[in-house]
């Protein structure tokens, strides 16, 4: 079927001339208008914009100019200004925002000849773990309509799960790739920092963000990765490397390779049923030949704390360009001009971000720079150097990606401490600038019977990800649980049931 | 150190952001919850330590000094929020962006 179809196989299928891209897009289209309104995934979808992107695929399929994701629906999470899409990044203050400019990753997939399926839902500035502080509503994990399907790339992960796209792109600050692709069952890779630029992305944390792609497998990923990575002038941050076929190791054998794991991602935490699927993963790795090293991170636990010092004192640096004057949400009725600044970020922010905004403001401020600010850029190195550490006896690092899998909607949504720790066991890579994935490992039963989706973290050394998307996909070539798709016929048909009313 | 009522209201006006009466008492409540996970940092002791700002040891690249952007400023202006108090009209006039009266 060709909705389950790895993006290899449908490049292959365009380029036959199999089907055509106009055809391919349809499909996804016509499954979009079927799930979406139940799943939520996507906030904006453009049919015209999106065929006419389809149909000049086609004629460059037509022409034999091609690549091999020419013609290829991907969906773009909300967060990448997409020029003349409403680019929202999940926050009323950007609801009617139309995009001037294209972000770099958009104009990389233009630039291939791939189509823009549409705008995925996602929190709010990025800012979650679970896709409930999107303004325009939360995300149904399409494993399990009552849960979440993580965050903040929520929609990508839901619209990938459900198959209402190819593959997608997603971002991750803390762990915004990783866990909704350990919850959803996916793979997802978040680069090296600095490998992908942030060139009209919408800045949440800028030390820490970094884009990448969410995919059906290791080997998806890795075509995503060649379009999406290189440098690019416009990011002060990008790094100037040479190109890099991220393909090129998929099928290295793994004989001999080095798995480190930290005792601090199998400690308190962690749920059983999830330390159970690890472990079986890790099990597989060893009959493929890898030999396990205990390694320890010692600063692990720290890094929420570190993390809910920066990322904040970040985004309120970031986000004090919402005022209201030049784009964005303004208050309907203000006094004066400070009332317009107030009331237009009070009414145009959702709580999470303002808590976030209101934290960062309060650590940056005169006489607690050095308590608070300081400090957490020391520990930061301290964590940092942890991996420095591990990464002499190991390879790779492998540990679970979340602590635990999908929960209910609405369970952790009034308690920030609580929701902020699904990202223990990613965070810590973002603050170091390593690369980390999740890959599919496996399920595990949740206490009303559902078999939810666990991700195994695999996280490499500085621009290691040809050799973890190696990793990955020998994996994927002796187990099974990366090509399970969830079953949507119990999803609710809202579009139809429109039609009936 | 304990958040009082008082300081929430300093940091919503640092942010610009309105905070009512109301809401202070549990915007006070969550944030007093992350500054206590956030306080787990002081027992650490960083003597010495050179604060990571960046993850990568770089410096900041210098490009060449030549007009490197276009001229996007009518593109830009289509995104300029509605004037408000009661006028619904696009918040911009003669290229510029319209706000309220700041010099008496």
């Not at chain 1, 773990?129 to 399990?144: A, D, M, Q, R």
Request: glycine share 8%.
């Amino acid at each position: 079927m060709m909705i389950n179809s790895s993006l290899k196989q449908l490049g292959e299928m365009l380029q036959a001339k199999t089907i055509s891209s106009v055809e391919l897009t349809q499909s996804f289209l016509t499954r979009i208008s079927q799930y979406n309104p139940s799943i939520n995934a996507y906030i904006s979808l453009d049919e015209a914009k999106t065929l006419a992107q389809a149909k000049a695929a086609d004629a460059r399929i037509a022409a034999g100019d091609v690549t091999p994701l020419t013609g290829i629906p991907i969906a773009q999470k909300d967060i990448f200004c997409a020029k003349g899409w409403r680019t929202t990044c999940g926050s009323k203050m950007l609801a009617n925002f139309i995009a001037p400019y294209d972000a770099h990753v958009i104009s990389q997939f233009d630039a291939v000849g791939a189509v823009n399926l549409g705008k995925t839902n996602m929190d709010e500035f990025a800012m979650g773990s679970s896709n409930e502080t999107s303004y325009f509503g939360g995300v149904k994990n399409p494993w399990s309509f009552d849960r979440v399907p993580g965050g903040s790339s929520g929609g990508s992960a839901a619209a990938v799960a459900a198959r209402l796209c190819a593959a997608a792109t997603g971002t991750d600050t803390g762990g915004s790739i990783r866990q909704p692709a350990s919850l959803c069952g996916l793979t997802g890779l978040k680069p090296t920092y600095g490998v992908v630029s942030r060139f009209g992305m919408i800045a949440f944390a800028s030390s820490l963000d970094q884009a990448g792609p969410m995919a059906k497998s290791a080997e998806d990923c890795a075509l995503m990765m060649n379009v999406m990575a290189g440098f690019d002038e416009r990011d002060s941050t990008s790094l100037n490397r040479a190109k890099e076929d991220y393909t090129k190791d998929l099928n290295k054998p793994l004989a001999g390779l080095k798995v480190g794991l930290p005792k601090e991602f199998f400690a308190e935490g962690l749920d059983a049923s999830v330390g159970k699927v690890i472990e079986t993963a890790i099990e597989e790795y060893k009959k493929l030949g890898a030999e396990i090293v205990e390694i320890s991170l010692p600063n692990t636990g720290l890094s929420i704390p570190v993390y809910y010092v920066l990322a904040p004192a970040e985004a309120s640096s970031n986000l004090s360009r919402y005022d209201g004057v030049r784009y964005g949400h303004r208050a309907a009725e203000y006094t004066d001009l400070m009332d317009m600044y107030n009331k237009s970020r009070a009414e145009g922010f959702g709580a999470e971000v303002k808590r976030r905004i209101l934290i960062g403001t309060y650590v940056l401020s005169a006489g607690y720079y050095d308590a608070y600010y300081l400090k957490a850029q020391q520990i930061r190195r301290l964590i940092a150097q942890d991996f420095t550490e591990a990464f002499k006896k190991c390879d790779v690092i492998m540990g679970p990606a979340a602590p635990s899998t999908a929960f209910k909607a609405g369970e952790k949504v009034d308690d920030p401490v609580a929701m902020y720790l699904q990202d223990i066991y990613t965070i810590s890579t973002n603050l170091a600038g390593l690369p980390g994935m999740s890959v599919p490992a496996g399920f595990a039963q949740s206490d009303d019977g559902k078999a939810l989706p666990v991700g195994l973290q695999i996280i490499g050394n500085y621009f290691d990800e040809a050799r973890m998307l190696n990793v990955a996909h020998q994996y994927q070539q002796v187990t099974d649980w990366h090509v399970q798709a969830p079953d949507l016929s119990q999803l609710p048909d809202l579009n139809q049931s429109e039609g009936v009313a | 150190m304990a958040l009082s009522i008082e300081d929430i209201k300093k940091v919503a006006h640092l942010a610009r952001i309105e905070v009512s009466e109301g809401d202070a008492a549990a915007t006070l409540f969550k944030l007093t919850g992350i500054l206590g996970l956030i306080e787990q940092m002081q027992a650490v002791d960083t003597t010495g330590i050179v604060p990571m700002s960046h993850s990568q040891d770089l410096s900041q690249r210098l490009r060449d000094d030549v007009v490197t952007k276009t001229n996007l400023r009518d593109e830009f202006q289509k995104n300029a929020p509605a004037l408000g108090n009661g006028s619904t009209e696009q918040a911009v006039a003669g290229g510029l962006y319209l706000v309220p009266k700041v010099i008496e």
